[in-house]
């Protein structure tokens, strides 16, 4: 059974650094695209980017210039990373699989965590 | 971007009923479109993808139809654990963008 949990330090301060790691488990993470979406309290779900075997990213245009997604093969994790972070940053972050191809969407997921951004 | 747009926003229901929720790409998406369950305070599940494919183990009451811009999810006769919010999402181009939401109330 192919599992995705979310991990992470806890509230982060505004212009600091948001990391969050996902563990993969039940699935091989070589060969698949993983990615970060995220829902601030009470809206709706952006996408945040994805990657894949580290031989390719892809990030919404609209956080391009703060975010890195990175996987690490020999953990079974993937990662995200938003610097200059603000209050608008606070949102439940998921990770989860994407299938590309015919079958595209996202069919996995994790359960969440909340990071909230606050002085 | 795409602007994915549900209507309604809101909808009231009860068991057994029939509900139709709707979904409109600002631009043409062929059949990119999925859709997605979520209860409060769980992560989405996905229960359409390819605008009318169901995914494994989700229940046949649910059917999508539609292409290019206009979409719909249909619930056939609802029941108690259907009561929850409801999310399109395109996936003809990146970034991938999701709807604002249905919320599928008692």
């Known amino acids: 059974q192919v599992q995705l949990q979310e991990s992470g330090p806890g509230p982060v301060k505004p212009s600091e650094t948001l990391s969050l790691t996902c563990t993969v488990s039940?699935?091989?993470?070589?060969?698949?695209?993983w990615t970060w979406i995220r829902q601030p309290p009470g809206q709706g779900l952006e996408w945040i980017g994805y990657?894949?075997?580290?031989?390719?990213?892809n990030y919404n245009p609209s956080l391009k210039s703060r975010v890195t997604i990175s996987i690490d093969t020999s953990k079974h994790q993937f990662s995200l990373r938003l610097t200059s972070v603000t209050a608008a940053d606070t949102a439940v972050y998921y990770c989860?699989?994407?299938?590309?191809?015919?079958?595209?969407?996202?069919?996995?997921w994790g359960q969440g965590t909340l990071v909230t951004v606050s002085s | 971007d795409v602007q994915m747009t549900q209507s309604p926003s809101s909808v009231s229901a009860s068991v057994g009923d029939r509900v139709t929720i709707t979904c409109r790409a600002s631009?043409?998406?062929?059949?990119?479109l999925a859709w997605y369950q979520q209860k409060p305070g769980k992560a989405p599940k996905i229960l359409i993808y390819?605008?009318?494919n169901l995914q494994s183990g989700v229940p046949s009451r649910f059917s999508g139809s539609g292409s290019g811009t206009d979409f719909t999810l249909t619930i056939s006769s609802l029941q108690p654990e259907d009561f929850a919010t409801y999310y399109c999402?395109?996936?003809?181009?990146?970034?991938?963008?999701f709807g604002q939401g249905t919320k599928l109330q008692i």
């Open positions: 990657a894949y075997y580290s031989v390719s990213t």
């Open positions: 989860a699989r994407l299938i590309r191809g015919i079958e595209r969407r996202f069919d996995l």
């Open positions: 999402q395109q996936g003809n181009s990146f970034p991938y963008t």
């Open positions: 631009q043409g998406i062929s059949t990119w």
């Open positions: 390819g605008a009318s």
């Open positions: 039940g699935a091989s993470i070589t060969n698949s695209y």
